[in-house]
């Protein structure tokens, strides 16, 4: 992504620090945020594809969860009967009882990596509506503090943001996906009405890579790993095709 797509936030449009909100549905309001102060934390598809009708776009990340392709996606990246794999969050507490294979690789302090965006205050209700259809396979909505990034020079330490996450116990969580070969092989041959499969996680996998290059982080190990998985494997079915 470019660098100059972000911008740091002014103190007029800070929002005042909240408590962690419990899971909400998707059509209940957030009341406790006004649509002066709406932010909207990305960390799949929304840091390539932003919600619409943004005003600001500061890069960042949130604590306490491990991103992971373990939901299963019917409407965008696959189909009701072929689904694909797109990317949730696990708190960091029910993921330690997990036999996660990428286990030994995570990192420490449990930050996932991301964007948030502040909408419009007139465009609230319409970005609301839209990421609501747009995350309804499975996702619910969640209020977590997000801590702007060093190189977005930010005056202010947290801002509250609205995540949408697919907890385990939505029907489309795929749960631990063990064998990672397999795990690629069905991204690489899943596709769905908003693409193939592949794509989101290249896509993701580059967003990623800048973000953590632009503050000197660690790459997340779980994307990367997979995309070099991805890329092996469509590079034996480019060959065979050749040959």
């Given at each position: 992504?470019?660098?100059?797509?972000?911008?740091?936030?002014?103190?007029?449009?800070?929002?005042?620090?909240?408590?962690?909100?419990?899971?909400?549905?998707?059509?209940?309001?957030?009341?406790?945020?006004?649509?002066?102060?709406?932010?909207?934390?990305?960390?799949?598809?929304?840091?390539?594809?932003?919600?619409?009708?943004?005003?600001?776009?500061?890069?960042?990340?949130?604590?306490?969860?491990?991103?992971?392709?373990w939901q299963k996606s019917h409407d965008h990246r696959g189909t009701p009967t072929a689904p694909g794999r797109v990317v949730t969050l696990i708190e960091r507490e029910y993921w330690e009882t997990l036999d996660d294979p990428h286990a030994k690789f995570e990192r420490p302090d449990s930050r996932t990596w991301g964007v948030a965006y502040k909408i419009v205050p007139e465009k609230v209700r319409h970005v609301s509506a839209v990421l609501d259809?747009?995350?309804?396979?499975?996702?619910?909505?969640?209020?977590?503090?997000?801590?702007?990034?060093?190189?977005?020079?930010?005056?202010?330490?947290?801002?509250?943001?609205?995540?949408?996450?697919?907890?385990?116990?939505?029907?489309?969580?795929?749960?631990?996906?063990?064998?990672?070969?397999?795990?690629?092989?069905?991204?690489?041959?899943?596709?769905?009405?908003?693409?193939?499969?592949?794509?989101?996680?290249?896509?993701?996998?580059?967003?990623?890579?800048?973000?953590?290059?632009?503050?000197?982080?660690?790459?997340?190990?779980?994307?990367?790993?997979?995309?070099?998985?991805?890329?092996?494997?469509?590079?034996?079915?480019?060959?065979?095709?050749?040959?």
């Amino acid at each position: 992504m470019d660098s100059s797509a972000f911008s740091t936030p002014s103190p007029s449009s800070t929002p005042l620090l909240l408590p962690n909100e419990p899971v909400r549905s998707l059509t209940e309001p957030v009341k406790e945020i006004s649509h002066n102060h709406f932010w909207i934390f990305g960390y799949g598809s929304l840091i390539f594809k932003p919600p619409p009708d943004v005003e600001m776009a500061v890069p960042g990340y949130i604590s306490g969860y491990i991103r992971r392709f373990w939901q299963k996606s019917h409407d965008h990246r696959g189909t009701p009967t072929a689904p694909g794999r797109v990317v949730t969050l696990i708190e960091r507490e029910y993921w330690e009882t997990l036999d996660d294979p990428h286990a030994k690789f995570e990192r420490p302090d449990s930050r996932t990596w991301g964007v948030a965006y502040k909408i419009v205050p007139e465009k609230v209700r319409h970005v609301s509506a839209v990421l609501d259809l747009r995350e309804q396979n499975g996702y619910t909505v969640h209020l977590v503090p997000f801590s702007p990034s060093k190189s977005a020079a930010s005056l202010y330490s947290t801002i509250p943001t609205i995540v949408y996450i697919g907890t385990p116990d939505n029907d489309a969580f795929a749960g631990v996906e063990a064998d990672l070969d397999g795990l690629a092989k069905l991204i690489l041959t899943s596709k769905g009405p908003s693409g193939h499969n592949k794509e989101y996680l290249f896509k993701l996998g580059d967003a990623l890579v800048d973000l953590h290059g632009r503050d000197g982080e660690e790459d997340d190990y779980h994307v990367m790993d997979l995309v070099q998985r991805v890329r092996r494997l469509e590079a034996v079915e480019d060959e065979i095709i050749d040959n």
